[in-house]
């Protein structure tokens, strides 16, 4: 079966060295979103990458798969590749490769998992 369906790509430089995708829920509610490696992402464009919840998986030269799974099942989606291409270039602007450990906050991305400090 074949669904049309609109996500949205987001990278932040706070958190460097995550992509998250976000699918809209109907009726306003929040969105579902995956969260996975930019480097996942760069590496899956080109190459079979990931194993786990998130995988890529080049489809040809137009397309990019990327199969998600979790306890419910598994959905595989297909990705324009030069959106993906246009993305990434971007996230690097951003923050080039190899320094996203001068904007990485341990202590941030901990206190974002776990919740304020007691």
Not at 25 to 54: C, H, M, N, Q, Y
Request: net charge negative; charged share 20%; aromatic share 10%.
């Amino acid at each position: 079966m074949t669904v049309p369906f609109t996500a949205l790509l987001v990278y932040e430089a706070a958190d460097p060295y995550a992509v998250r995708m976000e699918f809209p829920a109907p009726g306003g509610k929040a969105p579902t979103t995956w969260i996975f490696a930019r480097s996942l992402l760069d590496e899956g464009i080109r190459v079979a990458s990931g194993e786990g919840d998130v995988e890529f998986l080049p489809c040809g030269p137009d397309y990019t798969g990327m199969e998600l799974h979790n306890t419910a099942g598994r959905a595989m989606i297909l990705l324009k590749t030069r959106g993906l291409r246009r993305f990434m270039a971007e996230t690097y602007q951003m923050v080039p490769a190899g320094h996203e450990h001068h904007l990485f906050d341990l202590d941030v991305q901990l206190t974002r998992i776990l919740g304020e400090p007691h």
